[in-house]
Antibody, heavy 122, light 112 residues
Framework: QVQLVQSGGEVKNPGASVKVSCKASGYTFSTYGITWVRQAPGQGLEWMGW????????NYAQKVQGRVTMTTDTSTSTAYMELRSLRSDDTAVYYC???????????????WGQGTLVTVSS | DVVMTQSPLSLPVTLGQPASISCRSS???????????LNWFQQRPGQSPRRLIY???NRDSGVPDRFSGSGSGTEFTLKISRVEAEDVGVYYCMQGRHWPQTFGQGTKVEIK
């Protein structure tokens, strides 16, 4: 069965960086992509960006463009999301979800990870 | 970016009664292939989001048939025919037609 297992929670100081992992199993990783979605405490879902595990292409939300880097390691079926220059408003639960492999209209996000809480506080 | 607007944002419902959530997009979600890329997600308290409905009206595996989706173009609806206690949570519409993909604000369903 398809599973996405994320790394554990992190506490970071403002200005630091965080790297969250998402290990996939139960499907052919390289034929899909991964979308990252975050949820601030008590708030809704925010699309952060996408990466193709097929060719490494990325598409980032304007709000985090320049601070975020998404990568994949097809040898371990793992996706990573690194966010730099952390601010207090980056405090959120970060989710990975299975996505399409190309920038096309999509009915994706059919499987989600369990979420990773990143807390930014001094 | 495409703006997704849900209403109501809060929906108190009596057990066994129907519930309906509306979602409106700022642009058409129909692609040239004729498919409309609108999904619905459920997020129960303390859990990850779960996709319920894709392409307007297709239920995901394991989703009870009391959930149904409808709509076209820019106007969409999620209906629960008879609300059960396990349906408590927040429901989000999401468009996959345009990049970046965008979510509605969420509708919180609670039991009266």
């Amino acid at each position: 069965q398809v599973q996405l297992v994320q790394s554990g929670g992190e506490v970071k100081n403002p200005g630091a960086s965080v790297k969250v992992s998402c290990k996939a199993s139960g499907y052919t990783f390289s034929t899909y992509g991964i979308t990252w979605v975050r949820q601030a405490p008590g708030q809704g879902l925010e699309w952060m960006g996408w990466i193709s595990a097929y060719n490494g292409n990325t598409n980032y939300a304007q709000k985090v463009q320049g601070r975020v880097t998404m990568t994949t390691d097809t040898s371990t079926s793992t996706a990573y999301m690194e966010l730099r220059s952390l601010r207090s408003d980056d405090t959120a639960v970060y989710y990975c979800a299975r996505a399409v492999s190309r920038v096309v209209p999509a009915a994706d996000l059919d499987y989600w990870g369990q979420g990773t809480l990143v807390t930014v506080s001094s | 970016d495409v703006v997704m607007t849900q209403s109501p944002l809060s929906l108190p419902v009596t057990l066994g009664q129907p519930a309906s959530i509306s979602c409106r997009s700022s642009q058409s979600l129909v692609y040239s292939d004729g498919i409309t890329y609108l999904n619905w997600f459920q997020q129960r308290p303390g859990q990850s989001p779960r996709r319920l409905i894709y392409k307007v009206s297709n239920r995901d595996s394991g989703v009870p048939d009391r959930f149904s989706g409808s709509g076209s173009g820019t106007e969409f609806t999620l209906k629960i025919s008879r609300v059960e206690a396990e349906d408590v949570g927040v429901y989000y519409c999401m468009q996959g037609r345009h990049w970046p993909q965008t979510f509605g604000q969420g509708t919180k369903v609670e039991i009266k």
